[in-house]
C-alpha cells in the first residue's frame, strides 16, 4: 500500500477534523457490536464477513521506511485504499502492563478480500489498488501474545473508478490487557495529512 496526493474526491463522508497524533486516542468512539465479537473471537469470526477470511497463519516483517514516501495516483480503471496506523501516545496504555514503546512499534497486518496486502508498523502508511465495487478490510495486531492478538478490526467501502479511500487504524486498551483496534474512514484532507506525517510502512510476507 502507499499514499496519494490526487485532487480526486474521497466519496467518503466523514465529519472528522484534521487529526492531531498528540491527541490521537482522546476522541475514541465506542466499537459497535460487531467488532465487539471480532475482538474476542479474533480471526475465527470470518464466517459473518468476507473480510475476515484472511490466513491466520500469515506474518509479515515490517518497518517504518522515513527515507521514501511513495504517493501514487490511482490508474484510470482502480482505485487508491490507504490505511495509515495512527498509534499516537495511547495515555490509557499507562493502565496496562505492557509498556508505550512496546505498543507504539505494534506490527498490523491489513487485509483486503480475504488476501492479506501488507502490515504497518508503528505510526506508519501503506496502500493498495482496488477495483471499483465493495471491498472489506480487516486488521490483525500480529503478536504471539495472545491479548494483542485478538485485537481485530473490520469495515466496508465501496470503491470507484479514480477514488482514493483514507483509513485510520488506531489501538485501544481493554481490560486485563487486551487491546483493540479501530479502523475508520477518513476525509481527503485528514487522510492527506496523515500519509503526510507518517513513515511508508515496507513489509513482506515471512517465509
Not at 43 to 63: M, Y
Not at 89 to 111: E, F, I, M
Not at 173 to 178: A, E, I, T, V
Request: proline share 7%; glycine share 8%.
Amino acid at each position: 500500500m502507499s499514499a496519494a496526493g490526487s485532487e480526486s474526491a474521497n466519496p467518503v463522508r466523514s465529519t472528522e477534523a484534521v487529526p492531531s497524533r498528540r491527541n490521537a486516542h482522546e476522541s475514541r468512539s465506542r466499537p459497535d457490536p460487531f467488532r465487539r465479537f471480532c475482538l474476542r473471537s479474533g480471526p475465527i469470526c470470518h464466517d459473518r464477513s468476507p473480510g475476515c477470511l484472511c490466513p491466520a497463519n500469515v506474518n509479515f516483517d515490517a518497518k517504518a521506511d522515513s527515507t521514501q514516501h511513495p504517493i501514487p495516483q490511482p490508474e484510470a480503471d482502480k482505485a487508491i485504499v490507504f490505511v495509515i496506523a495512527d498509534l499516537g501516545q495511547c495515555p490509557d496504555c499507562g493502565r496496562s502492563t505492557l509498556s508505550l514503546n512496546d505498543v507504539g512499534d505494534a506490527v498490523l497486518k491489513v487485509g483486503m478480500d480475504g488476501v492479506w496486502v501488507g502490515a504497518s508498523r508503528g505510526d506508519s502508511y501503506l496502500f493498495a489498488s482496488a477495483a471499483p465495487g465493495e471491498h472489506h478490510l480487516c486488521l490483525n495486531w500480529q503478536s504471539r501474545l495472545e491479548g494483542r492478538s485478538r485485537a481485530f478490526a473490520m469495515t466496508n467501502f465501496t470503491a470507484e473508478a479514480g477514488g482514493i479511500y483514507y483509513f485510520r487504524a488506531r489501538l485501544f486498551p481493554g481490560h486485563n490487557d487486551d487491546f483493540s483496534l479501530d479502523l475508520d474512514p477518513m476525509t481527503t484532507d485528514a487522510g492527506k495529512y496523515l500519509v503526510a506525517s507518517s513513515a511508508f510502512s515496507v513489509s513482506h510476507a515471512k517465509k
